[in-house]
């Protein structure tokens, strides 16, 4: 089931992470979509899926979708040049499809929102924290765990294609660390998606271990002479090992934390859904060959805005 759109006073606000959507339907749908000029539209096909979906579903009235510009150039990169360095750049036939799910969900009557300085993770942090502060909880739509990070109270972790949903409960019990704790847990384990070294023989077991008998990575550093005492396996060296590796763990604390006041989102607003621009929607999808289910579908979504 998904969660309760009237929850937090009746305002619960999906956040939705795309890039996780359209990469998961640029590697699932057919090659076979595209446009009239041949260009491959599977990914922005699957993302409107997607989109019909979760808008039948949760009969959400506050949306928002937000979208990774910035793979090589966000604050992230300045701290560790490294940083997704493990990542093939994205060839201009998915860039031109990201392109076109920004424009369907604008014209759709959803809040798309992207920056090149900073991350998708950083913009639903931020708008998060301006959810909270009008008294409403929040549904992070991805598959990302980094992202769980971000659940206090009423809020949600969807994993809306794999249909798993957690709660704060949830997430301790799937992830082994309470929601506060990940950006800390991953730090030690590193995380080798965004290419983030850890503490080297720091595994997810040792580190939910660590997680929680101390509670924070600072409490850890504070008390390492604690850890000879504990029963984890190797605990007689794993003292020495992190304290010889702290600072590659202090450096990829700070790239696992989420930025919470991204400057652009100040005066964003409520993330209300509009009606469609009917007209901006055809156009969108004459180009992109569309047929007429989808484009009904769409349509119909639009009118509910």
Same mark, same amino acid.
């Given at each position: 089931?998904?969660?309760?759109?009237? !929850?937090?006073?009746?305002?619960?606000?999906?956040?939705?992470?795309?890039?996780?959507?359209?990469?998961?339907?640029?590697?699932?749908?057919?090659?076979?979509?595209?446009?009239?000029?041949?260009?491959?539209?599977?990914?922005?096909?699957?993302?409107?899926?997607?989109?019909?979906?979760?808008?039948?579903?949760?009969?959400?009235?506050?949306?928002?979708? /937000?979208?990774?510009?910035?793979?090589?150039?966000?604050?992230?990169?300045?701290?560790?040049?490294?940083?997704?360095?493990?990542?093939?750049?994205?060839?201009?036939?998915?860039?031109?499809?990201?392109?076109?799910?920004?424009?369907?969900?604008?014209?759709?009557?959803?809040?798309?929102?992207?920056?090149?300085?900073?991350?998708?993770?950083?913009?639903?942090?931020?708008?998060?924290?301006?959810?909270?502060?009008?008294?409403?909880?929040?549904?992070?739509?991805?598959?990302?765990?980094?992202?769980?990070?971000?659940?206090?109270?009423?809020?949600?972790?969807?994993?809306?294609?794999?249909?798993?949903?957690?709660?704060?409960?949830?997430?301790?019990?799937?992830?082994?660390?309470?929601?506060?704790?990940?950006?800390?847990?991953?730090?030690?384990?590193?995380? /080798?998606?965004?290419?983030?070294?850890?503490?080297?023989?720091?595994?997810?077991?040792?580190?939910?271990?660590?997680?929680?008998?101390?509670? !924070?990575?600072?409490?850890?550093?504070?008390?390492?002479?604690?850890?000879?005492?504990?029963?984890?396996?190797?605990?007689?060296?794993?003292?020495?090992?992190?304290?010889?590796?702290?600072?590659?763990?202090?450096?990829?604390?700070?790239?696992?934390?989420?930025?919470?006041?991204?400057?652009?989102?100040?005066?964003?607003?409520?993330?209300?859904?509009?009606?469609?621009?009917?007209?901006?929607?055809?156009?969108?999808?004459?180009?992109?060959?569309?047929?007429?289910?989808?484009?009904?579908?769409?349509?119909?979504?639009?009118?509910?805005?």
């Amino acid at each position: 089931m998904p969660p309760d759109s009237s !929850s937090a006073g009746g305002r619960q606000t999906y956040l939705v992470d795309a890039s996780v959507y359209i990469f998961r339907a640029w590697h699932s749908m057919p090659d076979r979509f595209a446009d009239p000029a041949g260009r491959p539209t599977n990914a922005v096909y699957g993302f409107a899926r997607f989109l019909c979906e979760l808008l039948e579903q949760t009969r959400a009235r506050h949306v928002a979708v /937000a979208f990774d510009e910035s793979l090589t150039t966000s604050f992230r990169n300045e701290i560790y040049p490294d940083y997704k360095a493990n990542r093939e750049p994205a060839p201009q036939e998915l860039k031109r499809q990201f392109a076109w799910c920004q424009d369907l969900g604008r014209a759709l009557g959803i809040t798309v929102c992207a920056d090149s300085y900073y991350e998708a993770d950083d913009l639903i942090a931020t708008l998060a924290g301006q959810c909270r502060s009008r008294g409403q909880s929040v549904c992070v739509v991805t598959g990302d765990k980094d992202l769980a990070q971000l659940l206090i109270d009423e809020d949600h972790w969807w994993d809306f294609s794999r249909r798993r949903r957690l709660d704060r409960r949830g997430v301790f019990e799937h992830f082994g660390v309470h929601p506060h704790q990940i950006a800390d847990f991953l730090a030690l384990t590193g995380d /080798a998606v965004d290419n983030i070294p850890g503490v080297p023989g720091v595994g997810p077991k040792t580190a939910s271990a660590l997680m929680a008998h101390f509670g !924070s990575l600072d409490a850890l550093y504070e008390r390492l002479d604690e850890i000879a005492w504990l029963k984890i396996r190797g605990a007689k060296t794993l003292a020495t090992k992190l304290r010889q590796h702290e600072a590659a763990a202090r450096l990829a604390r700070r790239l696992t934390g989420l930025h919470t006041e991204v400057p652009k989102l100040a005066e964003i607003g409520e993330l209300e859904r509009r009606r469609a621009d009917g007209d901006a929607l055809d156009a969108l999808l004459d180009g992109l060959g569309f047929g007429r289910p989808l484009r009904e579908r769409l349509h119909r979504l639009g009118e509910t805005g």
